[in-house]
């Protein structure tokens, strides 16, 4: 069964804070994507990963930064939390593409 | 880039009667249009999904169609049901990225 999991479901932070949210995919694909999604703006997406070491910036990448250093890990990082970076955060994989994506059940995060 | 629309925002139908939601793409050489149903704190799910060379494409009750001319396409929901009830996400890919829709809220009454 195919599986992505994420760190946390529920993180609170203050601003300022660094702040890591982890995604694990167990199906040995080769993309990986971190998306967050706010009230009426649907998914948009952050960063994407094509292959270990390798990424690419999606439509928002101001205030992220990523990390793929195994293939089944793909991690988010806020250099430095502010409020407007208050969401839903969602994590999915996918093999070679284009092709369907598999999502985390997502971390929503606060930022105080 | 690629920016995909989506419609309506919010959609109301009796349990039984069939409901209509519409994409437009911008970038032509998109050839990827998958639809995700996201039930209430859940995470989405693809439910079907259709390639450029093809027209059309059904699953049971729901069904999608592509016009790559006029660059949209559409998921059609026939007999729905109070399971249905999501919010839907359209979208479209080039490679393995995709951008998506802003998602449509369906409530099936019943």
């Avoid at chain 2, 032509?28 to 149903?37: M, V």
């Avoid at chain 2, 026939?78 to 809220?105: L, N, W």
Wanted: hydrophobic share 30%; charged share 25%; glycine share 6%.
């Amino acid at each position: 069964d195919v599986k992505v999991t994420q760190s946390s479901r529920y993180l609170v932070k203050r601003t300022g804070e660094k702040v890591f949210l982890e995604c694990v995919q167990d199906m040995d694909h080769e993309n990986m994507f971190w998306y967050r999604q706010d009230p009426g703006l649907g998914l948009r997406l952050i960063y994407f990963s094509y292959d270990v070491k390798m990424k690419e910036k999606g439509d928002i990448p101001e205030g992220y930064s990523v990390s793929r250093e195994k293939k089944e890990r793909f991690s988010l990082i806020l250099e430095s939390a502010s409020t407007n970076q208050t969401s839903m955060y969602l994590c999915a994989s996918s093999s070679q593409g284009p092709t369907g994506q598999f999502f985390g059940p997502g971390t929503r995060l606060t930022v105080l | 880039g690629e920016n995909v629309e989506q419609h309506p925002s919010t959609l109301s139908v009796q349990e039984g009667d069939s409901a209509v939601i519409k994409c437009t793409y911008s970038d032509s050489a998109s050839n990827y249009f998958p639809w995700y149903k996201q039930e209430l704190g859940k995470r989405p799910q693809l439910i079907i999904d259709i390639r450029s060379n093809v027209g059309e494409k059904k699953d049971q009750r729901i069904a999608v169609t592509l016009n790559k001319t006029a660059k949209h396409f559409s998921l059609h929901i026939t007999e729905t049901q109070p399971e249905d009830s999501a919010v839907y996400f359209c979208a479209a890919s080039i490679k393995s990225d995709m951008r998506f829709g802003a998602g449509t809220r369906l409530t099936v009454k019943p």
